[in-house]
């Protein structure tokens, strides 16, 4: 089994645990200390390590830029549906994050983006299964039949 860990630079480790936990995320303790926290996105699968600035730039030579100003990463998390992308959303804004532009709707797909407060980027999302599992074009053929239905 692979599982993916996605290393985030944070400046304020309780701030950062607070708001993507507000996300419905927990936080794996054995996997946490005053540096870095392991931020459970998808249990055995998918992780954040949010990591002070400090600790993070450890794993580099390279300068840590300033993910508010100049972003490089965003990271999809596809929710199951559009409600649950819209909660997710909101929650994060309760809890400090920002939404940096408007939602998309492609119809097949859905997308909100939210920074979280040091201005990690996540977007979430929802795929219409059909289009999912046989690309958007099959979602666009499949319109004009739930049209006839309805």
């Given at each position: 089994m692979k599982s993916m860990f996605v290393n985030?630079?944070?400046t304020d480790l309780e701030r950062a645990k607070t708001f993507y936990t507000?996300?419905?995320f927990s936080i794996n303790p054995k996997f946490s200390?005053?540096?870095?926290?392991?931020?459970?996105?998808?249990?055995?699968h998918n992780?954040?390590?949010?990591?002070?600035?400090?600790y993070f730039q450890t794993f580099t030579k390279l300068p840590i830029g300033?993910?508010?100003?100049n972003p490089s990463v965003s990271t999809?998390?596809?929710?199951?549906?559009?409600?649950?992308?819209?909660?997710?959303?909101t929650s994060g804004l309760a809890a400090g994050g920002s939404e940096p532009q408007p939602a998309s709707d492609y119809g097949f797909m859905y997308q909100r983006q939210l920074a979280d407060p040091d201005g990690n980027l996540l977007e979430f999302g929802?795929?219409?299964?059909v289009a999912q599992e046989q690309g958007p074009e099959a979602f666009g053929e499949q319109q004009p039949e739930q049209a006839e239905q309805a």
């Open positions: 985030l630079p944070v507000s996300l419905g200390d005053h540096n870095a926290a392991c931020v459970v996105v998808e249990d055995g992780y954040f390590m949010i990591l002070v600035r400090e300033d993910n508010a100003v999809a998390i596809f929710m199951d549906t559009r409600d649950a992308v819209d909660e997710a959303v929802w795929m219409d299964p």
